[in-house]
């Protein structure tokens, strides 16, 4: 059964048809893929930021550690001195006292 030129130009325009579709498909998939591509370089740079601010966090804290270490050793030696300056003076005063009498 041969195919005539009506027919031959009916599968003619048909694969043109095809041809666009996939191009226009092609492109579509590549403006895709474009941002996608942007999606992951923001999402990487989102992450190294994160990245950034938890060192950052923890070096905080290590620092505030250290200053609390550094207080609780300060209050062992200060605290006793208070008391020991108090005790002085409260029986300096009752001397004192005591001995107008």
């Given at each position: 059964m041969p195919v005539t030129d009506a027919e031959a130009a009916r599968?003619?325009?048909l694969l043109e048809e095809i041809r666009d579709g996939q191009r226009l498909q092609l492109?579509?998939?590549a403006e895709a893929l474009a941002l996608?591509?942007?999606?992951?370089a923001l999402v990487q740079q989102q992450y190294e930021r994160a990245?950034?601010?938890?060192?950052r966090a923890e070096a905080i804290q290590d620092r505030s550690a250290a200053m609390i270490a550094r207080s609780r050793k300060a209050l062992a030696i200060v605290l006793p001195l208070i008391v020991l300056i108090v005790i002085v003076?409260?029986?300096?005063?009752?001397?004192?006292?005591?001995r107008r009498w």
């Open positions: 599968l003619v325009s492109d579509r998939q996608q591509r942007e999606q992951v990245d950034k601010l938890q060192t003076l409260a029986v300096y005063v009752a001397w004192i006292v005591l």
